[in-house]
């Protein structure tokens, strides 16, 4: 009984030796040579295809204005004093945005929440609503407004 358990104990031993020489033949030859093969033969895709000639969109209050390197500078440079706590530097900071993209709703919406980090509710209504003026569907300046209006009612 013990000869028979050592016997298929080497049976398993040889087996498990053929396993691990399969994945490795798997692996080293049949991947690669599926892959290269599928890769020469795969259907090459159409070029895309270069736009139709459409008009452009006539310009409206709610397209944004183009964006220049000093909006985006002036951008960053309020959430770097907004994240530090220096709201009125950030408010700065976002006004300067302003002067070079009168339509940029984020720094109207910026500005709101400086004002509602200094429990200044009523200037935060008002910048909301001007980033809402510009763009209606604009979720952080609706979230900011809403935030103005409660405090503005437990007042």
Same mark, same amino acid.
């Given at each position: 009984?013990?000869?028979?358990?050592?016997?298929?104990?080497?049976?398993?031993?040889?087996?498990?030796?053929?396993?691990?020489?399969?994945?490795?033949?798997?692996?080293?030859?049949?991947?690669?040579?599926?892959? !290269?093969?599928?890769?020469?033969?795969?259907?090459?895709?159409?070029?895309?295809? %270069?736009?139709? +000639? @459409?008009? /452009? $969109?006539?310009?409206?209050?709610?397209?944004?204005?183009?964006?220049?390197?000093?909006?985006?500078?002036?951008?960053?440079?309020?959430?770097?004093?907004?994240?530090?706590?220096?709201?009125?530097?950030?408010?700065? !900071?976002?006004?300067?945005?302003?002067?070079?993209?009168?339509?940029?709703?984020? %720094?109207?919406? +910026? @500005?709101? /929440? $400086?004002?509602?980090?200094?429990?200044?509710?009523?200037?935060?209504?008002?910048?909301?609503?001007?980033?809402?003026?510009?763009?209606?569907?604009?979720?952080?300046?609706?979230?900011?407004?809403?935030?103005?209006?409660?405090?503005?009612?437990?007042?």
């Amino acid at each position: 009984m013990s000869e028979l358990n050592n016997e298929s104990g080497e049976e398993r031993g040889k087996f498990t030796r053929q396993n691990i020489i399969h994945a490795v033949l798997l692996i080293v030859f049949l991947i690669p040579l599926n892959y !290269a093969l599928w890769v020469t033969l795969k259907p090459s895709l159409p070029a895309p295809s %270069a736009p139709a +000639n @459409i008009p /452009s $969109a006539p310009a409206t209050a709610t397209q944004p204005a183009p964006v220049d390197a000093s909006w985006g500078a002036a951008i960053n440079e309020g959430l770097g004093f907004y994240n530090s706590g220096n709201y009125p530097e950030a408010i700065k !900071a976002w006004q300067k945005a302003i002067a070079v993209n009168p339509k940029g709703e984020l %720094a109207y919406n +910026n @500005i709101g /929440s $400086a004002y509602g980090k200094m429990g200044d509710w009523e200037s935060q209504k008002t910048y909301c609503e001007k980033a809402l003026a510009i763009n209606p569907d604009f979720p952080l300046a609706k979230a900011n407004l809403q935030e103005a209006l409660v405090h503005l009612k437990v007042k």
